[in-house]
């Protein structure tokens, strides 16, 4: 529930196809893909061994030899993108640090850094494992370390719903500008390449076995063989409506979630979800211009997801992206990258494709293929997490006005 | 929405599963004699650990450890559940809650982490492969992403509402039922299976803590080695556990009769900014979280009647914390009672918020508040009443608890007995 609209004013990005901001824009924009064979570790003998590697990012002039050493590699690029979205809302300059809040979600934590140490402890020995493994790897590792590097002390939080807790992380972060906070940054950024992680994705079920990065990750389409998994995610800045006229990429103006027990039909909980989602912003379903849908990339969850997109649309064929078909599915980080980019879509009027995919027809959906130029007043965002969790967001243009109300 | 519209959120069912008690009576007993669980590690070999003390649960052997589909549950999982239940049952509301209506809010700092390490042992040949071989378990997923824990709750207690775990350190059992308050408060639902659980006992988790030396090293006396606020403390010791509520609003617990233990009438929390895992000793933010949890609950200082400490059992903490309960109660500071159930139950971090807040509804049930054990060297920097050793009868009518962790989370949660106006 969105009490009050919360206005997304700072944007900051690390992804597979571009390591801020702008250049992910364009990227996404122009359908570049970044889904390759995974580089970071020999995943050969794997039964999926394409990723979504971020790229080309070094974080170490940032942030220094000492947090690069305390840190796992997803908080870097948390880091990274925290330190871009906070520089791009101002809110240092404009909002008292005590009063700035950090909400992000997290699944996994700085897995990598456990891994590692995993390996110290069972192959060397306890004393051989760091002293910074008791705050590394944990789940609130980013909100902690945002906190710090921005000396935000406003209420903050953590929250873990499998991939679709970053939408929930912005709906807590909108609560905490409600109860007093001036400024949150939300969000997520995740990052599991390591094979201790890359082996529990595969457990997990769902990832692709695919080998060609062109035809691996195909939402909506009948060839669809499960999804890529990759890395990194979005950081953003919400600021109350009221504080940020003019400076606003977009509002955030709705939020439901739930979740399906393993006795239920999934459509009927992500029906109830997207139809709250949309009454709680007080936005009727004939007013959606555009849903960035969650695409989880099998055929059955696909067909899902449609079939409750057809129920609360109608026969009219709404527009459809998944803009994370160029990067693969990056857990909580990619809901936060799914908002970022809903953003600055209602920014520009544009609306960026879905790399690869040929829609199945009986989908009744209009999936958007190709960059397609339009303005945009309200969107949907739609994030399902393994094991039941459902969650979406609306979000709205700021210069938008609403009509019929 | 005035004060008198808002709605209100109270709890009705408790299960606790603590060191030296599993269930809500027997816990409570053992707080009240002021007994310490804290043990000789057991749960992984202590040989080789600086620390080899750990206060641990010892769970009946008829509770059920798996899924029905065969799938191992984690030892936090398991926990939740059996304290789940017992809430659950306590509380009692039938069907009264449409699924939709009803969600579940848990805590946890370190989630599945006990069995990613037995399973990863198994993976990697004991550390020797980083390419860990490739036939895993299905659940290794559920261990990878700990919002399994609040899935497999639930599952139990058939919650379709949003449903997620809270992950902030060592505050997530504060934090997670300060969520849930918050989630039946906007009116997104009507009911919460809220608390938290933890079980980090295992190699990994000693190993790092004894890195930056925060645990215990009396090992060879392992009951007095949990010593906050004693000048002779040496840390903390590491524990295990789950507290699970059922929290309610307030109009639909009292239409359908149910037997209210108190009201969650405030909550606050702040960060620290200053380091991942140290405390500057003035304990601003902390402070700052007290005071804003009195805010909400429209109390002052003088009308606290007792508080549960975070009390670790750390230097740091315990002088950060007292500057913090100076800073927020003032004057009403020095004779407030206080303790630390941690000297009983140790630190299992992001469950230990939660069982403390157990503790707290129990004080209000009973006027009971129970001491800090092992609190026979008093420190002349720690000015407070930090009731030594025994027991104390207190008609307590509202109560604080206040947590400090990792990541520089900073929480306090007020808790009052129910008074409705009529």
Known sequence: MIREPAAITGIGIVSPIGNDREAHWIAQQKGVHGIAAVERFDASSYASTLAGEVRDLDPAPALGGRLMSSTDWMTQMSLVAAAEAVADSGIAERHEPGRCGVFTASTAGGYEFGQRELQNLWSRGPKYVSAYQSYAWFYAVNTGQISIRHGFKGHSGVVVADAAGALDALASSAAHLHHGNAAMVSGAVDGTLCPWGWVAHVAGGGTTSASDPETAYLPFDPRASG????????????????????????????????????????????????????????????????????????????ADEAAVLRSVFGPRRVPVTVPKAAVGRLQAGGAALDVAVAALALRDGLTPPTVHSQVDPAHGIDLVTEPRAGSLNSVLVVARGRGGFVSAVVLTSPHHHPEGA | ????????????????????????????????????????????????????????????????????????????????????????????????????????????????????????????????????????????????????????????????????????????????????????????????????????????????????????????????????????????????????????????????????????????????????????????????????????????????????????????????????????????????????????????????????????????RDGVVPPTANLTTPDPDLPLDYVPNTSRAVAARTVLTTGSGFGGFQSAMVLRTLEVAR
């Not at chain 1, 211009?289 to 099998?298: I, K």
Request: a negative charge; hydrophobic letters at 45%.
């Open chain 1, 227 to 302: 999804a890529v998994v990759g890395e990194g995610g979005a950081h953003l800045v919400l600021e109350r409506a009221a504080d940020a006229t003019g400076r606003a990429y977009a509002l955030l103006v709705g939020h439901a979630s739930g979740f399906v027990r393993s006795s239920q039909d999934p459509t009927t909980v992500l029906r109830r979800v997207v139809e709250a989602a949309l009454a709680d912003a007080d936005v009727r379903p004939d007013r959606i211009d555009l849903v960035l849908a969650d695409g989880a990339g099998t055929v059955a969850a696909d």
């Open chain 2, 1 to 364: 929405m005035s004060a008198r519209q808002q709605r209100r959120v109270v709890v009705t069912g408790v299960g606790v599963v603590a060191p030296g008690g599993v269930g809500r009576e027997p816990f409570w007993t053992q707080l009240q004699e002021g007994r310490t669980a804290t043990r000789r590690l057991s749960n992984c070999p202590p040989e080789g650990f600086r620390s080899q003390v750990a206060a641990e649960v010892d769970l009946p052997a008829d509770v059920v450890a798996t899924r029905p589909d065969g799938a191992v549950l984690d030892r936090a999982t398991v926990f939740a559940m059996v304290a789940a239940r017992e809430a659950w049952d306590d509380a009692a509301p039938a069907s009264h809650y449409a699924a939709e209506r009803l969600g579940v809010c848990l805590g946890s700092a370190v989630g599945a982490t006990t069995s990613l390490e037995r399973v990863y042992r198994d993976m990697s040949h004991e550390g020797e492969l980083w390419n860990v071989v490739a036939d895993a378990p299905p659940e290794l997923y559920d261990y990878f992403v700990p919002s399994s824990i609040a899935a497999e709750v639930a599952e139990l207690v058939g919650a379709d509402g949003p449903v997620s775990v809270i992950s902030t350190g060592c505050t997530s059992g504060i934090d997670a039922v300060g969520q849930a308050a918050d989630l039946i408060r906007s009116g997104v639902l009507d009911a919460v299976v809220s608390g938290a659980t933890e079980a980090p006992i295992s190699e990994i988790t000693v190993a790092c803590f004894d890195s930056i030396r925060a645990t215990s090293t009396d090992n060879e006396t392992p009951e007095r080695a949990s010593r906050p606020f004693d000048a002779t403390r040496g840390g903390f010791v590491l524990g295990e556990g789950a507290a699970v509520f059922v929290l309610e609003e307030l109009t639909h617990a009292l239409d359908r009769g149910a037997t209210v233990y108190a009201e969650v009438v405030g909550y606050g929390s702040r960060c620290n900014a200053h380091h991942m895992t140290g405390l500057r000793a003035d304990g601003a933010e902390l402070a700052e979280a007290v005071t804003a949890a009195l805010d909400q609950a429209q109390v002052t200082a003088p009308e606290i009647d007792y508080v549960n400490a975070h009390g670790s059992g750390t230097k740091q903490n315990d002088l950060h914390e007292t500057a913090a309960l100076l800073r927020s109660l003032g004057e009403r500071a020095r004779e407030v009672p206080i303790s630390s159930i941690k000297s009983m139950v140790g630190h299992s971090l992001g469950a230990i918020g939660s069982i403390e807040i157990a503790a707290c509804l129990l004080v209000l």
